[in-house]
């Protein structure tokens, strides 16, 4: 039962560099989500996905871009990393099936050091 | 906006009862979840309640509703080591994507 993979689980960023941490579901989600969690701040939603080839902005996009082309994959790119975006990120999906209680599964988290 | 809030610490003896308070503010919330973060590990749903419920039982957790506060708690019965946690109280509305988390509690079990 793999249910959320994300990679990698740890990175280390210069300033500015890029890159793209992965995830992907086998659940058939139609919904997924991108969430930062910062000490004693809680989740904050970056991104989030009604279904493949629709995103749309959560309460913190800035500094962050997504696609989702299938289904599974939800990829969350920083392009410039800067120390704000140091951080513990967190994928997760749901389902919209009628008479479900909306639990949110989640990854691992990939932990984000941007120096 | 919503919000939810939680205290962010709380310290019990092994063998106790454990109380983790949350209290929100969107009075269409649908869904009360509580879920649970070990170490290193992402979250996983301990247990849920409807909004039409005031109570639910669950093994050694138990759920309170007071739509009228909107306070929700999350009882721990023979608090054991392995509880150590951070605890999330989160809410959401059918029919939306949107799920507003709380801080988290983190609960430290002391033996």
């Known amino acids: 039962n793999a249910g959320v993979t994300q990679t990698p689980k740890f990175r280390i960023l210069k300033i500015g560099q890029s890159m793209t941490l992965q995830c992907a579901q086998d659940?058939?989600?139609?919904?997924m989500y991108w969430y930062r969690q910062d000490p004693g701040m809680g989740l904050k939603l970056i991104y989030y996905?009604?279904?493949?080839?629709?995103?749309d902005k959560g309460e913190v996009p800035n500094g962050y871009n997504v696609s989702r082309s299938t289904t599974e994959d939800f990829p969350l790119r920083l392009e410039l990393a800067a120390p704000s975006q140091t951080s513990v990120y967190f994928c997760a999906s749901s389902t919209s099936s009628g008479g479900n209680t909306g639990e949110l599964f989640f990854g691992e988290g990939s932990r984000l050091t941007v120096l | 906006g919503e919000d939810v809030e939680q205290s962010l610490f709380l310290s019990v003896r092994e063998g106790d009862s454990s109380v983790i308070n949350c209290t929100y503010t969107?009075?269409?919330?649908?869904?009360l979840y509580w879920y649970k973060q070990e170490p290193g590990a992402g979250l996983q749903l301990l247990t849920y309640i409807f909004s039409n419920m005031d109570m639910k039982q669950d093994q050694r957790l138990t759920v309170l509703l007071n739509k009228k506060d909107k306070h929700l708690s999350l009882r721990i019965a023979d608090t054991q080591t392995g509880d150590s946690a951070i605890y999330f109280c989160a809410e959401s509305t059918s029919g939306t994507y949107k799920y507003i988390f709380g801080t988290g509690t983190r609960l430290k079990v002391l033996a």
């Open positions: 969107d009075s269409s919330s649908t869904y």
């Open positions: 659940m058939n989600h139609n919904y």
């Open positions: 996905s009604v279904g493949a080839g629709i995103t």
